[in-house]
């Protein structure tokens, strides 16, 4: 069988909805996105749903689904965030991705991400890491901007525990004093240890130098762990290993890149790769070329649309899309020619909502021999014309992966 490449470019959150601001157009639309038009006028385009019609998945889980796994392969959000930081997961850990947050001495979350806190993070992650408490030892380390990891280590311990985290756009409520989620005795013991954890950590970053340093510069101080995503992690066969394929993914975002370690792929980062719009794309752009050469498959992911969309920015949001499209576009420009190029995004979030939500999201598909739809522009409205329809996420994948030659015959 004649086999090809794949190589799939995500933009996160890209999916939206008319926005007043942009002339009831989606930011996408509103974009100037000339590459991304330019596949579609060669390609062929759709919209996914990343499970069905109306269910909204997290990051993690529109990344687990593209990356070829099933919704009920979840091992939850911490241990992914865990292995895309480089952590080492051992058997019976709780794991929680966290935000670095502001608080008040009323318990209030003044800030869920402590201004976006970049620097200084390395630090007082060390500072609250190695604490013991009644047996469980916690760790924790800076992941992307405003992110971390936290992993519980000891006997007796349960992820069936709440989030301490009140979520978005809930600035300026308290935050939530951890419960078991079930009657065991393990998880009434994990978020005693936990909220213990939480409080000690408190007293010790309302004080480090610093958040000294950032309150004399009228910056929020990261002064709080809100914790959420507890889970366990269980055994995934890799994805790479199951198609006998070779792969690598290139992002700046820790949950991207540990989803890509779990399903057998290479992780490729550098620190010039943020979380926002200021992300070096001529880099992502000539790692995924280099790659692609020596790899059958190759993810490259951009985070800033889904940043601006939680933002509640449209017009930034659309700036962030064009950038995308240059990415894109440097990618086309070397494109070798048994190489499918792809696009995609793991979810929407809306603008006026400021929160994922099930509304589907744009597809395309361009290379060698594909079947060209009659749909010009690349946005949510046209590609609902495409010649792919409507998939499923799976679906998509599974279409990605046939093109490859991969994908077994069914029956004779």
């Known amino acids: 069988m004649l086999k090809r490449k794949v190589l799939l470019a995500i933009a996160d959150g890209l999916g939206d909805r008319p926005h007043p601001l942009l002339d009831h157009k989606t930011p996408l639309e509103y974009a100037q996105t000339p590459h991304l038009d330019w596949l579609a006028a060669r390609g062929t385009t759709g919209m996914m749903d990343l499970i069905a019609p109306g269910i909204p998945v997290g990051t993690d889980m529109g990344h687990l689904i593209l990356f070829g796994y099933q919704p009920e392969h979840y091992p939850g959000r911490g241990p992914v965030e865990a292995l895309g930081i480089g952590m080492s997961i051992q058997p019976g850990d709780v794991v929680f991705r966290c935000n670095w947050a502001t608080v008040d001495e009323n318990r209030i979350v003044i800030d869920r991400r402590?201004?976006?806190?970049?620097?200084?993070?390395?630090?007082?992650?060390?500072?609250?890491?190695?604490?013991e408490i009644d047996g469980v030892v916690f760790d924790v380390k800076a992941a992307t901007e405003h992110r971390a990891v936290l992993i519980m280590r000891g006997e007796g311990l349960s992820d069936k525990i709440s989030d301490s985290d009140p979520k978005a756009p809930n600035d300026g409520v308290p935050y939530h004093e951890v419960q078991p989620l079930d009657q065991s005795e393990e998880a009434h013991r994990t978020a005693v240890v936990l909220n213990s954890f939480l409080k000690k950590a408190h007293d010790i970053l309302s004080v480090h130098p610093v958040n000294a340093e950032r309150m004399e510069q009228g910056k929020r101080p990261a002064n709080f762990l809100l914790t959420r995503g507890a889970g366990q992690?269980?055994?995934?066969?890799p994805i790479t290993d199951k198609l006998k394929i070779k792969g690598s993914c290139i992002a700046g975002e820790s949950t991207v890149l540990g989803v890509a370690q779990l399903a057998g792929f290479r992780t490729i980062t550098d620190c010039s790769m943020t979380g926002n719009i200021d992300t070096n794309i001529q880099l992502k752009a000539k790692w995924a070329i280099e790659e692609i050469a020596n790899q059958d498959m190759v993810y490259v992911h951009m985070k800033a649309p889904d940043v601006k969309g939680h933002d509640n920015l449209p017009f930034e949001k659309a700036r962030a899309i064009e950038l995308f499209d240059q990415m894109v576009g440097a990618i086309l420009q070397m494109l070798p020619d048994d190489t499918y190029l792809a696009l995609a995004a793991d979810h929407s979030t809306p603008c006026e909502i400021g929160e994922h939500?099930?509304?589907?999201?744009p597809i395309l598909i361009y290379g060698p021999s594909i079947r060209r739809d009659r749909v010009m522009e690349?946005?949510?409205?046209?590609?609902?014309?495409?010649?792919?329809?409507?998939?499923?996420?799976a679906d998509f994948v599974r279409t990605l992966h046939g093109l490859m030659g991969v994908v077994k015959k069914q029956g004779n």
């Not at 402590?114 to 604490?131: K, L, N």
């Not at 939500?357 to 999201?361: I, K």
């Not at 014309?385 to 499923?392: E, K, T």
Request: proline fraction near 5%; charged fraction near 25%.
């Open 233 to 237: 992690m269980t055994e995934l066969e």
């Open 357 to 361: 939500t099930g509304d589907p999201v």
């Open 378 to 393: 690349y946005n949510e409205m046209e590609c609902a014309y495409g010649g792919l329809g409507r998939l499923s996420g």
């Open 114 to 131: 402590a201004g976006r806190i970049r620097e200084g993070t390395d630090p007082i992650a060390a500072a609250v890491s190695g604490i």
